[in-house]
């Protein structure tokens, strides 16, 4: 019994992490590979994903936030709160940032902080008319990624977590992250689309 128990449990584990793998729509966008790494000591966590335009437009990534940060207290208590919470505590924050060659030797890369915005590629029409993604911009390890900054202990050894992508034209989507996988999202196999 116990056995078949933890056979059940390990084939659960797996088929959520590989629905965060598959791609999967968000408005006109597929959405894929996301996972979030939080390394321990480290003062800050990385987030990983794949994002393709799927409509002849192409738009700009140019934020990330939380979801807690798109929702205003409603409580008068949970706004005083706010109002007398420590100044000297950094809040949560996320950053867009790439890694590129240093002037000095281009064998060595340091990381910089993307201040523009990223661009998703609009999708495009073939010589019969059928429409193909735009090419897909990958946020993965030693190029462009998150950076989540100042989280908390409590949400660092949570399972997954809320982001909102915000974009030039599109605005906000949501999406969620599993944190710490496993294993690499994009080494597991996709089942299905979505």
């Known amino acids: 019994m116990k056995k078949k128990f933890f056979s059940s449990l390990f084939f659960l584990v797996v088929l959520t992490t590989n629905a965060f793998s598959c791609p999967q729509m968000h408005g006109s966008f597929e959405i894929s590979d996301q996972s979030i790494v939080f390394l321990k000591g480290a003062e800050a966590g990385a987030g990983y994903l794949t994002i393709a335009q799927t409509i002849e437009t192409a738009d700009k990534l140019i ?53 523009d915005g990223v661009i998703i590629p609009a999708a495009t029409k073939d010589s019969n008319g059928k429409l193909t993604k735009g090419e897909p911009v990958k946020f993965e390890k030693n190029g462009k990624h998150l950076m989540l900054y100042s989280f908390p202990e409590s949400i660092r050894n949570g399972d997954k977590l809320e982001l909102v992508l915000i974009f030039e034209k599109a605005g906000d989507i949501t999406i969620t992250l599993p944190i710490n996988p496993a294993s690499p999202s994009n080494e597991k196999p996709c089942a299905h689309h979505h």
């Open 63 to 115: 934020g990330v936030k939380t979801k807690t940060d798109t929702e205003e207290p409603k409580d008068f208590i949970s706004r005083l709160k706010g109002f007398f919470s420590n100044p000297d505590k950094k809040a949560p924050h996320i950053e867009l940032h790439d890694h590129v060659p240093t002037t000095e030797d281009q064998n060595v890369l340091t990381m910089k902080r993307i201040k």
